[in-house]
């Protein structure tokens, strides 16, 4: 399918905010700290902007808030309803940090599980679709969970040692969170590489009993909204430099980085800031480059219909 920048931000972006919001909620990092309180404002920031950059794709961004009218069927509409509810404990908990240094439990709490079950919305928007084989497992949203965790615990880190009191196993904590995210996204992709296609122009036409259907005539003579969005199509060797790129960039180089960091023991020090910040950058890049293979791999089943 074709991935779409405004998604792959969008996915991206609130992934760390809410895997940061979730620490920050757990009360990982000194509230009295001004590093803290940046980390508040940032968390905040970037659910906004993935929110906002959601809409961009949208034909008609003005009706986008009808989606919430229909909570009770749709992931994508309890993924909004989920993503205005959090703004309530996270907004109490960055109140309470950034104008009187405190940190709440009971919010904060409520916050970071709020974050976790928003993040589990936006992933079954896409593991709901039967119609996208590759998307259709627990693994999708086992993975989004997992890359928010690690993400929000990448941010954590850079604003503890950049706030002086950081909490002495976080870098280790965060490298295992790291591991584990890729260690399910290695899974997600082996199971692409493996599993049988279930839906085929037999299966699609319902003529599979009398033989092998071949197609005759496309359904278009020109491309159309179908072949362009759905029919995307990334050659195999590209597929797999990218996801050496994503997994070196996202996982490797920022585990060893926090690995190193936390075994030194200086973790509140200019060397500390330096490696965790590159860190961030580093786990930011590679997450881009495994959301848009996400999008990029998928196989939409309408395509039997255009011969793909």
Known sequence: MHPAPSIILFTTLSGLGYGLAAVLG????????????????????LIAGGLVSSTLHL?????????????????LSREGVMAVLTFVPLGINAIASVWSGRYLPLPG????VFCGVTVYCTAMIYASLRSVQAWNTEWTPVSYLLFALAGGLVLASFF?????????????LTAMAIGAAWLAKAYWWARLRAMAVLSTPETATGLGAIGKVRLLEPPHMNGNYLTNE???????????????????????????LLAVLALSGDISGAPAVAMSGVAVLLIFGGTLVERWLFFAEARHSVMNYYGS
């Open 109 to 112: 709490l409520i916050g970071a």
């Open 26 to 45: 757990f009360g990982l990092l000194d509230p009295s700290a001004i590093a803290t309180k940046f980390a508040h404002i940032l968390a905040l920031a």
């Open 230 to 256: 759905m029919g995307f199509r990334v050659a195999r060797k590209h597929a797999a430099r990218l996801r050496q790129i994503a997994v070196i960039s996202g996982g490797v180089l920022p585990a060893l």
């Open 59 to 75: 034909g008609n961004p003005q009706r986008a808030w009808r989606a919430f009218s229909q909570w009770r069927s749709s992931w």
């Open 160 to 172: 503890s040692a950049l706030g002086g009191n950081a909490y002495p196993l976080l870098p280790l």
